[in-house]
């Protein structure tokens, strides 16, 4: 998983830039974490109690987006693509483009793990 944490030029906003498999990482963290300590802290504690075995699997719903994690990985998805609303009309979408595959994307926990603490240290929320 490739990705990239940015200030905006113009807002000054932190940014999260992900390799095209992963992109809708980045609104995910961008809009559902944030600059939440209390956010980073669920998360991360969710991951302890999944591999610690104490549960099997978390899911967390956001606002737009939603996320599944499990022994094995996390999955992030759009609360559009998760909720099973209608995908686009076949004349607003090209034979090429598959805009669906993006709505969702996954990683291994440790990666997961990885990013977060990444983006708290990027976001000077680092008291994990």
Not at 52 to 70: M, P
Not at 78 to 87: E, K, L, M, R
């Amino acid at each position: 998983m490739e990705y990239e944490f940015i200030h905006d030029a113009v807002t000054g906003e932190a940014r999260a830039q992900f390799s095209l498999e992963h992109q809708v990482i980045g609104p995910w963290i961008e809009t559902e974490v944030g600059h939440s300590s209390d956010k980073l802290a669920q998360l991360l504690t969710a991951i302890d109690e999944v591999e610690k075995g104490n549960k099997s699997e978390v899911l967390i719903t956001g606002h737009e987006y939603s996320i599944a994690i499990n022994q094995d990985d996390i999955s992030i998805q759009t609360n559009a693509s998760f909720n099973g609303v209608d995908p686009l009309p076949d004349m607003l979408t090209s034979e090429h483009i598959n805009v669906d595959q993006y709505e969702i994307a996954g990683c291994g926990i440790d990666d997961f793990r990885q990013l977060l603490l990444s983006w708290a240290k990027f976001t000077n929320n680092f008291r994990f």
